[in-house]
């Protein structure tokens, strides 16, 4: 049975991890540029999905679609796609292609047609999977979230506890490559429950590896409570990013609260302090437009970036009400011209990137895409 795997640039690490997930039950996931013949995968986020709503419902094979955008809105799928992988793809996908292949009938766990559709009968154990194989891919190293920010999909795909790939997996990876980059909701959350650290095991994890070791940066960035001068000695030590990423998504604890952020501003002005006492620079995700906010809450977040972009840099993104999220289907908030002035000589003076201008562009940034 040909199955074919459909190229989209932002679903580049899903396709390393379900090429290999699927090569362990005997089927090749061949890139193709258009649906091809038999059958045909795709991987969707919210922003690509319009785009190829018309390929797929056109489609003369059968068709498959996954991702965060499928997971998120199942049945809109199904309505002009054959089969809607619900959720994590590693055992689901291999499982349904299997059941074409025998031409068996009956509904599959975590998978979703016209008909309806059964919920995923598993989680996926990360240990049980390679990240990636002759496809190559970052290496994933946790998954799920205990935090619930409403405007993000992680923890409503993978689920709110966090599950950890063992040190020796990950190390055994890691020597493919010089440079190694790690996926991670979090990194400094690793092998922790999510909400604790436990920096033991960092440091283990990061003494195991060899080679270039990128950790708290793109794209395995942090959580700014997490940084503390502990966790920035290891950075230091063992690592060769000279930048530490984390979110603080807004300047107005009224806003952090209301999206169920779990730190305060002040966090994150202690994180970014922390890391320029030990010489590294701070890079902030900061998110403008969220519907809630008001004028005084933008001027809290201009003021932030301000004082951010004296010793660190500001990736500013402008808030997308996704689907399957606490804000869906909420109206952003526009951002005020005096904001977008200042934020367009920030940008030339290059302390300041992101898609607050074009939102779309913030998905194809972003490698930890949801496997099917
Ligand atoms: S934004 Fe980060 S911390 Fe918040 S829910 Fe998403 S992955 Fe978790």
Redesign the pocket.
Known sequence: MRVNWREINAARNSYACLFAACSLHGFTLRPVKSPGSEITCYSLNSLNEPRFRKEIREASCTTVVGGPHATACPREVARYADYVVVGEGESTLPRLLARLEEGAEGPVPGVVTRDGGLPADHSVLLDGFPPFTVMKGYIEISRG?P???AF?Q??RIFGFAMRHRSIDAIATYARRYRDVRLVS??ALAYGSDGRRPRLDRVERLLTSLEGNIYFGTFPNEV?PEFVSDEALGLIARYCSNTRVAF?IQSGSDRVLAGIG?GHTVADGVRAVELCRDQGLTPVVDLILGFPFETGEDEEATLRLIRWVTRSGRVRLHSFIPLPGTPLAGTSPRPVSPAADRLLGRLALDGKLTGSWRDPGKRFSMVPADTPL
Do not use: I, Q, V
């Open positions: 979230c935090f619930g920010c993000c992680t923890p909701p979090n959580r979110g952020r």
